[in-house]
């Protein structure tokens, strides 16, 4: 753990993860989110907010915005030589310690996700302007270098101010009297609020640009105000619930200009088996199951009793043998699926091998075994394996445990002399390039039909056999070029 200095001290007053509703994740968990969810889904654009937990309890850092793995790579050396940043990566790596990040929310749009941005670093506060932990050099939004320094000689922040109408002798004593942050003020500044502007530069002009929702007028139960900010340091509820209330249409939160947005949820209700879950993972809990395999069943017309009470996930028509009750020489499967996978081979050729009378051992409830016609194909064609004469491909892939296709390529490939038959389309077939199919080898003796196969006998690489069979220094490895 990191020496605490007394800034340290006064960070570790807050409770971080609850004030800003955040779930911590670690790298590895961050990186499965997106091979799960795809970036996201449809929301490719996200805040983010990487943990330091060196102090004893986790501390925000640093806010960013993010697309893809953005977050991930943060944690990576520093692009823009952000030092504070960069100690505090090294330090954790030194330390052995995780370095946590945090989704704040997702967005469609890139300059939503900006604007949320700016309005996280506000809230978190930058540790150079002596408003919070975070390391960030500039204000968020716009993504430049956005810097104001809030003491000191001929600095921006020492210039006389004008906030809200009233003059200030600095951004610090403004800061002081409204209770916002300098960096905040600043920003305002620069995108020109109404009534805030250095008193030697005045007004600028209003920036319609990615900031602009950050002063927005807001309505919650308790009231109206002329921000999310305001609104949080007036009701005592987090910015970020506020935020996401608003989003998600909750009655009463709303942009007073915009007017109330329709009611949505993350969470879907549905009903399995005649029970209501509010949301598809409490569904997937309540019958053990992952939240993954439970996706799949509510989309499909082979579990007709798991239900989508939005109506908004149609049921789509999947193969109906993958969910039959299976015998596999006498053993019980509640599922072709799961017998396909203790057989260690697909679902789709289980399910060919339940309707054919080839595998009379491999049974599917309900499902009728196919006799095929004699005049469509033929069925007696004897063949020959390792010396054994069989009377049919059936008869003789079932006994190799082959399908029907490889046995005719075994018969037909010059490198497989212990699979033949008389039958003229099963003749063996030279290669048209004239060389072997495979290249024989010998290994202290033994032969061998191919590299590969001496590689999975020997545990030699490839690469290293062929090596010593044009090696005259190795003289047990040898290449038969006739078969």
């Known amino acids: 753990m990191s020496k605490l200095k007394p800034h340290h001290q006064e960070w570790l007053k807050v409770d971080w993860v609850t004030v800003l509703d955040a779930k911590l994740l670690t790298r590895l968990e961050f990186n499965q989110l997106f091979q799960i969810r795809g970036a996201l889904n449809e929301r490719k654009y996200y805040t983010y907010i990487l943990w330091r937990s060196d102090l004893g309890k986790p501390v925000p850092f640093y806010v960013g915005k ?61 540790k150079d302007l002596g408003a919070g932990p975070l390391a960030n050099r500039t204000d968020g939004g716009d993504g430049t270098r956005g810097h104001v320094a809030k003491r000191g000689g001929e600095s921006a922040s020492a210039r006389p101010v004008v906030i809200e109408g009233f003059p200030y002798g600095s951004l610090t004593e403004a800061e002081d009297a409204t209770g916002v942050t300098g960096g905040a003020l600043a920003q305002r500044i620069r995108f020109g609020w109404p009534g805030h502007f250095f008193q030697d530069e005045g007004q600028q002009p209003t920036k319609e640009g990615l900031l602009f929702r950050y002063k927005k007028r807001v309505r919650v139960p308790e009231g109206e105000y002329e921000s999310l900010s305001a609104a ?32 949505v949820s993350r969470f879907k209700p549905c009903r399995v088996n005649g029970h209501d879950f509010h949301s598809h993972q409490a569904a997937a809990q309540s019958i053990d199951i992952s939240t993954a395999a439970f996706a799949v069943r509510i989309r499909s017309t082979n579990y007709p009793n798991y239900l989508d009470t939005t109506g908004t996930i149609p049921k789509t028509a999947r193969n109906p043998f993958n969910h039959v009750r299976t015998w596999i020489a006498g053993e019980e499967f509640d599922t072709a699926s799961e017998a396909a996978r203790h057989l260690g081979i697909e679902p789709g050729t289980l399910i060919a091998q339940l309707k054919s009378s080839n595998f009379p051992d491999r049974i599917g409830e309900g499902v009728t075994k196919q006799v095929r016609n004699a005049a469509l194909a033929k069925l007696a064609v004897p063949v020959t394996i390792r010396g054994v004469l ?9 006994a190799d445990r082959i399908d029907i296709s490889t046995l005719k390529k075994r018969c037909r490939s010059p490198s497989e002399p212990e699979y033949s038959s008389p039958d003229p389309d099963l003749a063996v077939v030279q290669p048209k390039d004239g060389r072997p199919a495979k290249i024989q080898v010998v290994i202290y ?29 190795w003289p047990n490895f040898g290449r038969l070029h006739e078969l």
């Open 232 to 263: 949080a340091e007036a009701t005592g509820e987090p910015f970020r619930r506020i935020y996401k209330r608003i989003n998600y249409g909750w009655p009463s939160y709303y942009y007073t200009e915009e007017g109330q947005r329709p009611r």
């Open 66 to 126: 993010g697309v893809n793995r953005r977050a991930a790579q943060h944690t990576a050396p520093s692009e823009n030589h952000n030092n504070r940043k960069w100690n505090i990566l090294k330090s954790h790596k030194a330390q052995e310690l995780e370095v946590f990040t945090s989704i704040a929310d997702t967005f469609e749009v890139e300059e939503d996700a900006y604007d949320a941005e700016a309005e996280l670093i506000d809230l978190i506060g930058r």
């Open 390 to 398: 069989y009377n049919t491909l059936s008869e003789a892939s079932r």
């Open 445 to 473: 003796g033994i032969t061998y039909k191919s590299v590969n196969a001496a590689y999975q006998a020997t545990g030699i690489a490839r690469a290293e056999i062929k090596k010593r069979i044009d090696d005259d220094a």
